[in-house]
């Protein structure tokens, strides 16, 4: 998805700056069971624990893009790691909502 919406916008892709860690499925979990989960298996690159580093700098207006956003806690977390930051503007876009 990220791919065509580049290659149609002219966008940059980065897919360095957040790392998914191990995680099951969250669609049996309510909102709050999610954004706990989300915690766990989201994070910054370059954050304890991390071996890698930002390929560059972060950029300061990001685009986080899925498939489907149920409850939108995973959607939120990333966006809280990305401000946290440093980031100025998130915007959060899928193709599907659900719910």
Known sequence: MASILAKK?????????????????????????RLGAAGAVYALRGEPGDS????????????LLDDIVTTGATMEKCAWLLKAAGVKKVTGLALFRVG
């Open 9 to 33: 916008r002219g966008i940059l892709v980065r897919r360095d700056i957040l790392l998914r860690k191990s995680g099951g499925q969250q669609k049996k979990l309510g909102r709050d069971q």
């Open 52 to 63: 890698a580093a930002f390929g560059a700098a972060l950029p300061k207006e990001v685009v």
